[in-house]
């Protein structure tokens, strides 16, 4: 059965559909709404207002700022807000169990494969970006998209403002 | 990300999201989007290949100087190596069906918990 090669499989469509992957899985735990996911056919663009070499780049996360063991008890993390936090030193680990990526799969042991902090200080150091904002940011994976457009949205930007961030690279686990 | 994305783009900070859950990220409409098909977790690129590394993040970098209007996405080059992971991931068949019922049990009554002791974000 083609299913069981580890082949993409041609009566599929070749990246993975998570908004079906995770309606079916949740169904499955019991959850009778599927999760209704942002939905626009329209998006803001803003042009560059300066070249990338005199920009400076704030980096954004869905990690968290914690420096725990995987096998912590999640029942003990604190509530999860929005944060900005010094880059200098950037930190050594952060905290990533909490969210939904493939723990089978991968692992997240290397900071740069989801926070790429020092590959973008390589990049400030030949000069293709100006520089780094003094810290980086945190916004937590919220259910209610009313509270990100309402609450962590609105903190995010007032803290990029504070630090006279030009340009944002957001990053997803 | 991506409400946040569209949020700082909307006040003027221009924005990439680097990320590998494709049909999420693009159902929301972001300005610019750098896919990597990847397994969840490593949007930057695998563990420990800092060249892979080095050219997403000059992928993502690129796009904020070649993209002329919104929701420009970006396929980075790279693939895994195998596709087990598209089949394996969040699965749902016969074999788990029970594990996965009680697993939502199980999380709804922690989640209740968490309710009735006030450990959930306020409004």
């Known amino acids: 059965m083609i299913n069981d090669a580890a082949v993409a499989d041609p009566a599929y469509r070749s990246f993975v559909s998570y908004i079906d992957k995770s309606r079916d899985f949740y169904a499955a735990h019991g959850y009778e709404h599927p999760y209704r996911w942002t939905t626009n056919d329209q998006s803001p663009f803003t042009s560059l207002r300066k070249p990338l070499a005199e920009s400076r780049i704030g980096l954004i996360t869905t990690a968290l700022p914690l420096d725990l063991p995987d096998d912590v008890d999640l029942e003990t993390l604190p509530i999860e807000s929005t944060f900005a936090l010094p880059l200098d030193p950037p930190p050594d680990r952060l905290f990533t169990q909490t969210r939904d990526w493939d723990k089978e799969a991968t692992h997240t042991n290397d900071l740069d494969s989801f926070f790429p902090i020092h590959r973008l200080q390589e990049l400030v150091e030949i000069g293709r970006i100006g520089s780094i904002s003094p810290r980086f940011y945190g916004i937590p994976t919220e259910y209610s998209q009313r509270r990100t457009i309402e609450s962590d949205a609105p903190q995010l930007l007032s803290l990029m403002r504070d630090d006279g961030v030009d340009i944002a690279m957001l990053v997803p686990l | ?123």
Not at chain 2, 13 to 24: E, K, L
Not at chain 2, 80 to 101: C, P
Request: glycine share 8%.
């Open chain 2, 1 to 123: 990300m991506s409400l946040a994305a569209r949020h700082l783009e909307s006040n003027g900070i221009p924005t990439v999201i680097c990320g590998s859950a494709r049909d999420i990220v693009e159902q929301a409409s972001v300005p610019r989007f750098l896919f990597t098909d990847f397994p969840l977790g490593n949007p930057m690129g695998k563990p420990y290949d800092k060249g892979m590394q080095q050219e997403i993040t000059g992928m993502a970098l690129d796009l904020f100087e070649i993209s002329r209007f919104p929701r420009t996405t970006v396929q980075t080059p790279f693939t895994w190596g195998d596709d087990q992971w598209r089949r394996d991931y969040m699965r749902v068949d016969n074999s788990n069906r029970e594990e996965l019922r009680r697993a939502g049990e199980l999380r709804k009554m922690q989640q209740a918990r968490r309710k009735a002791e006030g450990r959930i974000r306020s409004q």
